[in-house]
């Protein structure tokens, strides 16, 4: 390392005397000849090196305007997603102002905080309590539908356990009331882990998909009319008398922020016409989707009778009239 250092020192004096030397030169030199050199000088040793100068400018300011571009993209990118999670959340709280609106009175808003853990994810902690006037067995709703029901009251908390939870059982049925049952969470796995079930159901009373859910009113907990679920598929049953659905809930878990604690008095006098309308948009389509599989069927029997008859009349015109057909006996 020692004698690099002195090799160095040694070429930078050696490339000092040098420029000294040729400054000397041209000062002695006549005007003439001594303007040829400094072009030349300029020309073959200062004029690229300007250029590298000028390139190596035009690139730090293109990197320059390179990472503030991305930068914006980025940020811009940062609140996209942040104004989709406020737009679902404004969605989310115009929902519960909607549904403040139509119960009227006996409610009681709340946040919903946290579950209390891993081994108990089926519960959630509400940020309103006894001094709130939350009553333990209240319903908790959503503007989409059921949520749960209180557990346990504290005086400035409550916890709720809601529809996935092993123990939640409603009594439910159909808008119309041609079918009731019990819904419970459905025991799967996958992406049916988050499903319900509806058990007992009259064997006479088939069910479409897209089928809307409320709840009956029997049992004294939950009212008649709030919306459980829709039907997704009939589940495969042993021989017997009842029928059992899977149903997909009206609310998502992951979805719950603010809810809406309605008190018992509420409850008894009835929340039937809260979601009634959504119940019967979801009817209808239910009905749009039977009647267009059922015209799409007529169609395709039409279809085929109008082919077979087709086939039927295009062997007809190939056979012969009787009279150009050979007699019995008949010589040739």
């Known amino acids: ?33 001594r303007d040829h050199v400094a072009a ?3 020309g073959n040793l200062l004029g690229p090196l300007a250029l590298l100068q000028e390139r190596a400018v035009r690139a730090g300011r293109a990197l320059a305007l390179t990472d503030s571009l991305r930068s914006v993209d980025d940020s811009l990118a940062m609140r996209s997603l942040l104004l989709g999670a406020v737009e679902a959340e404004n969605a989310r709280l115009r929902g519960l102002l909607g549904l403040g609106r ?7 808003p709340a946040e919903a905080l946290v579950g209390r853990g891993d081994t108990e994810a089926h519960t959630l902690l509400l940020s309103a309590g006894e001094r709130q006037g939350v009553q333990r067995l209240s319903a908790v ?16 908390t409550s916890i709720a356990i809601i529809w996935p939870h092993p123990d939640f059982r409603v009594s439910a049925t159909t808008v119309d009331g041609s079918a ?22 009259p064997y006479r009373a088939a069910l479409r998909s897209g089928t809307p859910i409320m709840s009956s009113g029997l049992g004294g ?3 008649r009319g709030i919306l459980v679920g829709t039907v997704v598929r009939a589940l495969a049953t042993g021989p017997g008398w009842a029928r059992s659905y899977l149903v997909r809930p009206a609310v998502n878990p992951a979805e719950i922020t603010s809810v809406m604690i309605v008190a018992p008095e509420r409850s008894a006098a009835g929340v039937e016409s809260v979601w009634q309308a959504q ?54």
Do not use: K
């Open 1 to 33: 390392m020692p004698r690099g250092g002195r090799g160095d020192s040694r070429a930078d004096t050696a490339v000092a005397l040098l420029c000294a030397a040729v400054a000397l030169v041209l000062l002695v030199l006549p005007p003439e000849p």
């Open 40 to 42: 030349a000088i300029r």
């Open 102 to 108: 139509a119960l009227g009175w006996g409610y009681t």
């Open 141 to 156: 709703v959503a503007a989409d539908g059921l949520v749960g029901i209180i557990e346990r009251v504290d005086p400035t």
């Open 180 to 201: 009731f049952g019990i819904v419970t969470a459905h025991q799967g796995s996958g992406a049916d882990r988050w499903m319900l079930e509806l058990h007992g159901v």
């Open 221 to 223: 907990i939950f009212p």
């Open 279 to 332: 119940a019967e948009a979801l009817q209808r389509r239910v009905r749009i989707a039977a009647e267009s599989i059922a015209a799409r069927t007529a169609a395709d029997s039409v279809a085929r009778a109008r082919a077979a008859a087709d086939s039927l009349a295009g062997l007809a015109d190939s056979v012969p009239p009787a009279d150009t057909l050979p007699r019995a006996g008949a010589r040739r």
